[in-house]
């Protein structure tokens, strides 16, 4: 039976309302009415980095603290708003505004646990954020659904976290978790941006750089050398004809689309 609490309010609800003030300030006090979750997941310790006020919360991963610096929330990815004529992403708003009201929950203060890769290509701190309540806000992102698990060297110290985290939410069908992968077969070849797949291995290839595993489609995943060692894998060969699902950014190189894989967490095997 479907459950109709306020933690089980769900992207479709999200999405159906005014996108207002009048609707966050309202969101604002529906979370500070909700005891603050606990989640047992292991790896999922609390930061204990210093306090830091925030200004605002950008999307569902990307928050601006009152100092002026733009952090990214490690361990996460969330659906994307509409920007330079994108249009939005189902569950964008939906994880903005439950970031919103985790920041409100914790009086507009959250820590900051600064990762070892401390900056992305935009900028932007990558950080590990708890609110004063000592939760972890990226994992009560994804035991929500509103949002799919992230790994990325060398950032991995709560990776167990954030998969069991998301494990709740995919159990449950909760937010993006209610749709199946897009299949890899069905891809153009031309889109871009975060995407999560699923698709048979109907090639293994190698070059001097990466091993590359070809779907049954226009996509290729690509996985350094470096970055193989962590598989565990004596023999590539032996995974053609097995099916996965793979997450990541889709970028296009050499007239081909191509997905970086950087993590096995980031690989989840059908077979």
């Known amino acids: 039976m479907r459950r109709h609490d306020a933690r089980s309010m769900d992207t479709k609800v999200f999405e159906k309302a005014p996108q207002c003030g009048a609707f966050l300030f309202l969101a604002y006090i529906f979370f500070l009415t909700l005891p603050s979750p ?5 790896g999922c310790r609390p930061c204990e ?16 603290l009152k100092s002026g610096e733009k952090v990214r929330l490690i361990g996460i990815n969330t659906p994307e708003l509409g920007h330079w004529g994108k249009s939005e992403q189902p569950g964008a708003q939906a994880s903005k505004t439950f970031l919103q009201g985790l920041i409100s929950l914790n009086r507009g203060e959250v820590r900051v646990c600064p990762g070892v890769e401390k900056q992305d290509r935009y900028g932007r701190q990558l950080a590990h954020l708890s609110g004063q309540d000592g939760q972890n806000l990226a994992a009560q992102l994804l035991a929500e659904g509103l949002g799919w698990a992230i790994a990325v060297p060398p950032n991995l110290s709560r990776k167990d976290c954030y998969f069991d985290a ?8 909760l937010g993006v978790w209610r749709e199946v992968p897009t299949r890899a077969s069905s891809l153009r070849g031309n889109e871009t941006g975060f995407h999560h797949v699923e698709g048979r291995i109907v090639r293994v290839g190698e070059s001097r750089s990466a091993l590359w595993l070809n779907l ?12 193989w060692k962590a ?5 590539p060969e032996q995974l053609t004809g097995h099916s996965l699902e793979a997450r990541g950014w889709l970028y ?17 095997w059908l077979d």
């Open 166 to 173: 998301e494990t709740k939410a995919r159990d449950k069908r």
């Open 216 to 227: 049954d489609g226009p996509l290729a995943l690509r996985i350094t050398w470096r970055d």
């Open 38 to 42: 606990s989640l047992g997941a292991s």
């Open 231 to 235: 598989f565990g894998i004596d023999d």
């Open 49 to 64: 980095g210093t306090l830091h006020e925030v200004s605002r919360v950008v999307d569902g991963d990307t928050l601006i």
């Open 252 to 268: 296009q190189r050499k007239g081909e689309q191509r997905l970086r894989i950087r993590d096995p967490s980031s690989i989840r």
